[in-house]
């Protein structure tokens, strides 16, 4: 049977004793059972207590079983039917199924358990329906919203937003912590809107030496500046009827940001080194995990620009406000994770994703890929336990959501144990032997203890930044772009 909550049957029949009787077999077998002595109550009962499997008797006094039958498919589709007829009645039971019924009984019946098979069958095919249209529910949101994954309420706030602010040419604010899936935001404004097949152009800020911003967003004459031997072309040229992507928008230098406000006021940009104006046309989407009116109030940021930016504003949320969404974002890392390794998918075991579910993912989306990846390289067999998670994840204690006892996985025994630590009030745990260092050839020992140790290390500076990637770059005493270069090589195993 059926292994989910108890299949809820409605009989009809007129015959007061085979009522009975039938509600005693399937009653005894666990259904839930409610009876009607005849289609009237039947379909008050429907309305009132949705079965989810109808066994009705084809010939009843007042409103007969077709009548029935009808009235149910026509106002509760989704509800199965099962028709008793009599044994000679074969063209009737046919006639049943050809109307919607999903089965037929055929009276005397052969076995009590025939019975309960039958109502077992017709609510499995229910629930398998069912199923069916939730996951193409999600896939169609999926679809409809490029590579981002999560169905849960947040989530649907922000692909109503994405929808909306689509076809505006307004420019974007994307705000939400590191990791969230900020930049996927971005790219499914841009996939949905006209300028769908026109460039989309990212941009880390962050990332680009302060000197050479308005060279690499505006481009430079030749000789504009020492090394500028030949003219190039900017961003915003080369986005020209596409968008740009302006990640990190909060780290960009006082003065290009002058530059900036212009070019997204009057559509105008001028090269460095150059008097003459162009005019592009280009949709600003920007993004920042920091705090742009602290950086107004510090001189940093321009407020003018900060007001152009924020007309539209979209906050994606940190990952710990939509537990439910690390499901689905889950099985959808483990799919490309089986995809890019060739290697056949992994489950999960229900107590390693209660584990995945109750950790707090300071790091969100990108640290849950990040554990997801450990997960799937450790574990042994085709099903992923809770030992093979990162240690962090592993205890994920309920209270890690108020941001108290988060661990940072020890990274091996021996010699690199010292590595390991330890954030919060709560004492070390020990260090966590997941794979055996000595085992291995040197070179492939080397590779994973400093993979292990960049993990722990970037996981352990992340949480004590609650997840700002910037304040941890400055705790690590790397600049930006560096740390950020370590958190991607920790991503991609290079
Ligand atoms: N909803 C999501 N569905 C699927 N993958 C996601 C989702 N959100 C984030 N990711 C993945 O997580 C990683 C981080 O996402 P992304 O780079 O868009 O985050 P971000 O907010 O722009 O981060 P940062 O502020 O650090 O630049 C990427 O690998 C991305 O594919």
Redesign the pocket.
């Known amino acids: 049977m059926t292994d989910e909550a108890m299949v809820r049957v409605l009989i009809v029949d007129d015959e007061a004793g085979l009522r009975r009787s039938l509600a005693r077999i399937l009653s005894a077998r666990g259904f839930a059972v409610e009876m009607a002595e005849d289609g009237d109550r039947a379909i008050e009962i429907l309305e009132q207590n949705e079965p989810e499997v109808i066994l009705c008797d084809l010939m009843m006094p007042k409103m007969g079983g077709f009548e029935v039958l009808e009235h149910t498919k026509r106002t509760h589709p989704h509800v199965e039917f099962v028709m008793m007829t009599a044994h000679a009645d074969v063209d009737s039971a046919v006639a049943a199924v050809k109307s919607g019924a999903y089965d037929f009984l055929t009276k005397p019946f052969a076995s009590n358990d025939a019975v309960a098979l039958a109502i077992t069958k017709a609510a499995d095919h229910k629930r398998l329906v069912e199923r069916a249209a939730r996951l193409e529910e999600r896939l169609v949101a999926h679809e409809r919203f490029g590579?981002?994954?999560?169905t849960s309420s947040k989530?649907q706030a922000v692909y109503r937003l994405i929808e909306g602010v689509a076809s505006a040419t307004s420019t974007v604010l994307i705000l939400?912590?590191?990791?969230?899936?900020?930049?996927?935001?971005a790219r499914a404004i841009h996939q949905h809107s006209a300028r769908a097949d026109r460039p989309f152009v990212p941009v880390?800020c962050a990332a680009i030496p302060k000197e050479l911003v308005e060279s690499e967003l505006f481009g430079h004459v030749r000789g504009a500046f020492t090394g500028a031997q030949s003219a190039r072309t900017g961003l915003f040229e080369a986005g020209n009827s596409g968008t740009l992507f302006l990640?990190?928008v909060g780290d960009l230098p006082l003065a290009a940001q002058v530059k900036l406000l212009r070019a997204l006021q009057d559509g105008e940009i001028k090269r460095v080194g150059s008097d003459e104006t162009r005019f592009v046309d280009v949709r600003v989407l920007a993004?920042t995990?920091v705090d742009l009116q602290q950086r107004i109030a510090e001189g940093t940021f321009r407020r003018d620009l900060y007001y152009r930016l924020n007309v539209i504003p979209i906050h994606?949320p940190p990952l710990r406000e939509r537990e439910d969404?690390i499901v689905l974002?889950t099985h959808?890392?483990l799919q490309k994770l089986a995809r890019r390794m060739g290697r056949a998918p992994k489950r999960v075991s229900a107590e390693a994703m209660e584990a995945l579910r109750a950790y707090a993912w300071p790091g969100?989306?990108?640290e849950l890929?990040h554990a997801v990846e450990h997960a799937f390289v450790l574990a042994q067999g085709e099903r992923i336990e809770l030992g093979d998670l990162p240690q962090m994840a592993q205890q994920a204690p309920s209270s890690s959501r108020e941001g108290r006892d988060i661990h940072v996985a020890g990274v091996a025994e021996g010699p690199l144990a010292g590595l390991s630590g330890v954030a919060g009030p709560t004492e070390a745990p020990a260090p966590h032997v997941r794979f055996d260092l000595f085992a291995l050839p040197y070179a492939e020992a080397k590779r994973r203890a400093m993979k292990a140790f960049d993990d722990g290390y970037v996981r352990e500076v992340l949480s004590r930044s609650g997840g700002n990637?910037s304040a941890a770059a400055r705790h690590a005493g790397l600049d930006r772009s560096n740390f950020?270069r370590i958190v991607k090589r920790r991503?991609t195993g290079e």
């Open positions: 590579e981002l994954v999560g989530m939400g912590e590191s990791g969230t899936g900020k930049e996927l935001v880390n990640d990190e993004a995990n994606v969404d974002l959808h890392v969100n989306v990108r890929e990637l950020r991503k």
